[in-house]
Nanobody, 119 residues
Framework: QVQLVEHGGGLVQAGGSLRVSCLAS????????MGWFRQAPGKEREFVAS????????DYAESVKGRFTISRDNAKSTVYLQMNSLKFEDTAVYYC????????????WGQGTQVTVSS
């Protein structure tokens, strides 16, 4: 089992920045691909970004490319999502997720942290 706990959500004005983090515990952190997803009210959960165990391979949703950066600190078992130039439509609950590289689907999830962007 992998336990994931997100931190750092909050209220920010449009155009501002915010960083959310996710602390993992329970298994060897470096074994896992880490990801961020989000779910806005009335919408389905969507992929935001992912990062491979070594941090050298990242992937982003088109809607956040150039504005968001995912990173990880394996020594701290923590993954980060730096969000810049935030837009109102970035408002959502942000979820941290983990999966082993052999899996296609993320199967471990955090409880989520609310990010609200005011226009």
């Amino acid at each position: 089992q992998v336990q994931l706990v997100e931190h750092g959500g909050g209220l920010v004005q449009a155009g501002g920045s915010l960083r959310v983090s996710c602390l993992a515990s329970g298994r060897i952190f470096t074994n896992y691909v880490m990801g961020w997803f989000r779910q806005a009210p009335g919408k389905e959960r969507e992929f935001v970004a992912s990062i491979a165990w070594g941090g050298d391979s990242t992937d982003y949703a088109e809607s956040v490319k150039g504005r968001f950066t995912i990173s990880r600190d394996n020594a701290k078992s923590t993954v980060y999502l730096q969000m810049n130039s935030l837009k109102f439509e970035d408002t959502a609950v942000y979820y941290c997720a983990a999966r082993l590289p052999v899996r296609r689907e993320f199967n471990y999830w955090g409880q989520g942290t609310q990010v609200t962007v005011s226009s």
